[in-house]
T-cell receptor, first 111, second 113 residues
Framework: EDQVTQSPEALRLQEGESSSLNCSYT??????LFWYRQDPGKGPEFLFT???AGEEKEKERLKATLTKKESFLHITAPKPEDSATYLC????????????FGAGTRLFVKA | EPEVTQTPSHQVTQMGQEVILRCVPI?????FYWYRQILGQKVEFLVS????????KSEIFDDQFSVERPDGSNFTLKIRSTKLEDSAMYFC???????????FGPGTRLTVL
């Protein structure tokens, strides 16, 4: 069964304190792995898509990496406005376009 | 910048009633999705829709649910007879390709009493 597990559940950082969020996945053939940001009461906001092991993508203070079993979202020198829930999702390379989400990591960045 | 819109933002209904949640995807997108998120829980896939037909649906998407693209712009989710456990935030998403970015709407909060 396809599965996504994110850790930690919650992460508290001081402003400027870099860290990484983990997404472990089990999927029968990966079509794509997605990172989203979700603010309370809002829809997920797209950050990155990764397709194959070794791929990396960056956007401002965020960098996403992918291996055959997991993905990391690295946050460099975070600011309070980076506080949000970060969601990881995978789409399997089988049949339709079912996308499976992890439970997310709630990030709190304190000034 | 184009965006996915959803109406209504909040829908309150009595158990057993039918509801229709509406979405206007981004105009040149071809792939459409519905998700739900029960308060405090993960985002759950309901259904994907491409080329005017369902491409995949989850176990949640039983006979009470249906989707339709009645014209070139709207994408709707109908729940025929709502249950208390259908209370959740429902998100519509659209994309240009199956593995491309899925752009999410702001959601409709459904409350079933």
């Amino acid at each position: 069964e396809d599965q996504v597990t994110q850790s930690p559940e919650a992460l508290r950082l001081q402003e400027g304190e870099s860290s990484s969020l983990n997404c472990s996945y089990t999927v029968s053939g990966l079509r794509g792995l997605f990172w989203y940001r979700q603010d309370p009461g809002k829809g997920p906001e797209f950050l990155f898509t990764l397709y194959s092991a070794g791929e990396e993508k960056e956007k401002e203070r965020l960098k996403a990496t992918l291996t055959k079993k997991e993905s990391f979202l690295h946050i460099t020198a975070p600011k309070p406005e980076d506080s949000a829930t970060y969601l990881c999702a995978v789409q399997a390379n089988t049949g339709g376009f079912k996308t499976i989400f992890g439970a997310g990591t709630r990030l709190f960045v304190k000034a | 910048e184009p965006e996915v819109t959803q109406t209504p933002s909040h829908q309150v209904t009595q158990m057993g009633q039918e509801v229709i949640l509406r979405c206007v995807p981004i105009s040149n997108h071809l792939y459409f999705y519905w998700y739900r998120q029960i308060l405090g829980q993960k985002v759950e896939f309901l259904v994907s829709f491409y080329n005017n037909e369902i491409s995949e649906k989850s176990e949640i998407f039983d006979d009470q649910f249906s989707v339709e693209r009645p014209d070139g712009s709207n994408f709707t989710l109908k729940i025929r007879s709502t249950k208390l456990e259908d209370s959740a935030m429902y998100f519509c998403a659209s994309g240009t390709h199956s593995t491309d970015t899925q752009y999410f709407g702001p959601g409709t909060r459904l409350t079933v009493l």
